[in-house]
Each structure stands twice: as C-alpha cells, then as structure tokens.
C-alpha cells in the first residue's frame, strides 16, 4: 500500500505540516505585535477613561521579540482581560506565549502589591 493509497495517512500529514506552520507563524515578531496591538486596544476600551493613557506596548526597534508593557497597577486587570478574551483566536505558540506574558505581569503585580503592604 502506497501513501496515496491511504487517505488517513495524507490528512496526517496536511494536519502535522499546518501545525508547523502554525507555530513557526505564531512566533513571529509581526504576529506577537499584532496581538500586543489588539490586546493594547481592548484592554484600552475595558478601562475607565483615566486608565486608558496608562496602557501602553511598545516593541523594541532592535530586538523586535521584546515588548514593553507599561501599564498602570490599577490597569492591570483590564490588561489581563484582553489577553484571556483574545487566547482562543490565538495560533497555538502565540497563546503559550501570552499564557506566560499574564504569568509574569501578574507576578510583578503581586510584588509591587506586596511591597505596598509593607
């Protein structure tokens, strides 16, 4: 039997090579900004007027894989929001990658949080 013959066996393999694409795709500088870009515009549309000039993404010129996300403590919810409204519609490796840019903002909320108690 030749892999012509097996119809299962090509669909396998169109899936495995979308995949692919899909996580190489997902990975890229312009995709990551473009997601930062809508997650910056909802996260601003969320918030309450005197929140929406404390949201702001910026992609270094030089290093086109860092961000800087400046946003205020109290527009850290709103920020959070944006990025789980949006994971879904997210290709496979840009999520993972928004999963672990929550994590670490939510982290250094925590911090300065508790810096501020002290």
């Given at each position: 039997?030749?892999?012509?013959?097996?119809?299962?066996?090509?669909?396998?393999?169109?899936?495995?090579?979308?995949?692919?694409?899909?996580?190489?795709?997902?990975?890229?500088?312009?995709?990551?900004?473009?997601?930062?870009?809508?997650?910056?515009e909802?996260?601003?549309?969320?918030a309450?007027?005197?929140?929406?000039?404390?949201?702001?993404?910026?992609?270094?010129?030089?290093?086109?894989?860092?961000?800087?996300?400046?946003?205020?403590?109290r527009?850290v919810?709103?920020?959070?929001?944006?990025?789980?409204?949006?994971?879904?519609?997210?290709?496979?490796?840009?999520?993972?990658?928004?999963?672990?840019?929550?994590?670490?903002?939510?982290?250094?909320?925590?911090?300065?949080?508790?810096?501020?108690?002290k």
């Amino acid at each position: 039997m030749t892999l012509e013959d097996n119809p299962l066996s090509i669909s396998t393999i169109e899936k495995l090579a979308q995949k692919i694409v899909s996580l190489k795709e997902g990975l890229n500088p312009e995709v990551l900004y473009e997601w930062f870009m809508i997650i910056e515009e909802e996260a601003k549309a969320r918030a309450p007027e005197d929140l929406k000039g404390l949201i702001k993404v910026t992609q270094d010129p030089i290093l086109p894989m860092k961000f800087k996300i400046d946003i205020s403590r109290r527009a850290v919810k709103y920020f959070i929001e944006a990025i789980e409204n949006n994971l879904d519609k997210m290709p496979f490796a840009t999520r993972l990658y928004f999963q672990k840019v929550e994590e670490v903002i939510l982290d250094e909320y925590e911090k300065s949080f508790n810096k501020s108690m002290k």
